[in-house]
């Protein structure tokens, strides 16, 4: 009889991603490895760093042994789930909405205007009197 494979998404998996609750997806397949982190040899930073994102690269280019990969194995939980988008769908505002942020920036432009002008003007009249004088 064969196994379910529990299926997890990249939103679920990069939620556990401190020292005491760490899963790292590596070549589509969830990890927990939260038990050895305190034995990695790299440290326990290395580990964290790749939480929340896929890892393979990351785990590639350390160039682990077929002896860590073994390893690996056994803190298999899951897979990734192909049909969960990698990147959460982002909010897509509507144009006819006026963005808060520049709005805000208007306003302080307007307020804040004599500033600049206040120091134009005093560099101007700085630069007069020393030519003045010479």
């Not at 959460?88 to 600049?116: F, G, R």
């Amino acid at each position: 009889m064969p196994t379910l494979t529990k299926l997890y998404t990249m939103d679920e998996a990069s939620q556990h991603n401190t020292k005491d609750d760490c899963w790292i997806v590596i070549d589509g397949k969830v990890y927990d490895v939260s038990s050895y982190l305190d034995e990695h040899p790299g440290g326990d930073d290395v580990v964290l760093a790749t939480t929340g994102k896929d890892a393979t690269d990351d785990f590639e280019d350390a160039g682990h042994s077929q002896e860590a990969r073994e390893l690996l194995q056994s803190f298999c939980i899951g897979e990734l789930d192909p049909t969960a988008p990698v990147i959460p769908e982002l909010e897509i505002s509507s144009k006819k909405q006026p963005a808060v942020n520049s709005q805000k920036l208007q306003d302080l432009t307007k307020q804040y205007w004599a500033v600049p002008v206040a120091i134009a003007g005093i560099s101007v009249v700085v630069g007069f009197l020393y030519l003045r004088k010479k």
